[in-house]
């Protein structure tokens, strides 16, 4: 079955400091890939997919990910942290083929980022 | 355009007891996504609605059931309350042309709490 690791429960930055989210899928095909971010008491706003075609993709909020087939990898980056950046962030991913909203997340990297 | 709305935002009940929550989809989105978020557990499909029919369904015992209307508008119910199924509860709505991912938008979430 398709499962999601997302390497660092907790992962905490300086400010302006590089920002690095680990995520890793298990399918040989590749999925549809997602970043997601949680702030507390809300829903999950998307960040960035990965459907086809660019391996490199930007996002909302100065965020980018890199798809790696050889590395079954999706990770998030973002060069400068922002205090605002504060949050938990999910990847997921999506069976390319089935019809729509059946989401697989990962185990969630709550981001703390330093004054 | 309006969000995604979810009702009630928060729910306490005992075990035993049963709950139904609700979902309004953003308008013109034929497809709704439930999934139970918890501490343990993260963030876990429940099911898929799509033109009032269950198209995916996630590991969840029978207690677990959901429908949706002709306008798209969806709930879940949960029957006997056990301790265990205090949790975020997340919807979600997608468009669903045919072919291809189209992205979920996600409500804030019903706070469910059986005591």
């Known amino acids: 079955a398709q499962s999601v690791t997302q390497l660092g429960s907790h992962v905490s930055v300086s400010e302006g400091a590089l920002v690095l989210l680990r995520c890793n899928y298990s399918s040989s095909v590749p999925p549809y890939l997602f970043w997601y971010v949680q702030y507390p008491n809300q829903g999950l706003q998307l960040l960035l997919k990965?459907?086809?075609?660019?391996?490199l993709v930007k996002g909302i909020n100065g965020f980018e990910a890199e798809f790696k087939k050889s590395e079954t990898s999706f990770h998030l980056t973002k060069p400068s942290a922002h205090m605002s950046d504060a949050a938990e962030y999910f990847c997921a991913v999506s069976d390319r083929g089935n019809q729509g909203g059946k989401l697989i997340f990962g185990q969630g990297t709550e981001l703390s980022v330093k004054p | 355009k309006a969000g995604v709305t979810q009702t009630p935002r928060y729910l306490i009940k005992t075990r035993g007891q049963q709950v139904t929550l609700s979902c309004s989809p953003i308008s013109g989105h034929r497809s709704v996504s439930w999934y139970q978020q918890t501490p343990g557990q993260g963030l876990q499909f429940l099911f898929e609605y799509f033109s009032e029919t269950q198209r995916n369904k996630g590991n969840f015992p029978g207690r677990f059931s959901g429908r949706q209307f002709s306008n798209s508008r969806s709930e879940m119910n949960v029957s006997t309350l056990e301790l265990g199924d205090s949790a975020l509860y997340l919807c979600?709505?997608?468009?669903?042309?045919?072919?291809?991912?189209?992205?979920?938008?996600f409500g804030p979430g019903t706070r469910l709490t059986v005591l």
């Open positions: 979600a709505s997608s468009l669903d042309p045919s072919g291809g991912y189209n992205e979920q938008f």
């Open positions: 990965y459907t086809t075609g660019a391996t």
